[in-house]
């Protein structure tokens, strides 16, 4: 999971969580993994993600860049 600094709102609309969904679709692709589940809140989320090759370090940096520059 990711919290958002000090528990404050990450996600202030469902834009962001829109985005959020369309960033790991697109590292689906990418990496190798399968995405069983997620939660979004509005200051976290929880991703339940099985790993193949790409180590989980990879994908959660990359999810987590992008949503960060976002």
Do not use: C, W
Not at 7 to 24: G, N, P, T
Not at 31 to 43: K, P, T, V
């Amino acid at each position: 999971y990711q919290r958002g600094n000090n528990r404050e709102y990450i996600f202030q609309d469902s834009k962001h969580k829109a985005f959020l969904v369309k960033q790991i679709k697109e590292y689906n692709e990418i990496y190798d993994f399968q995405l069983l589940a997620y939660a979004i809140m509005d200051n976290h989320y929880h991703l339940l993600i099985k790993t193949n090759k790409t180590p989980i370090s990879d994908i959660m940096f990359s999810i987590n860049n992008v949503l960060g520059k976002y």
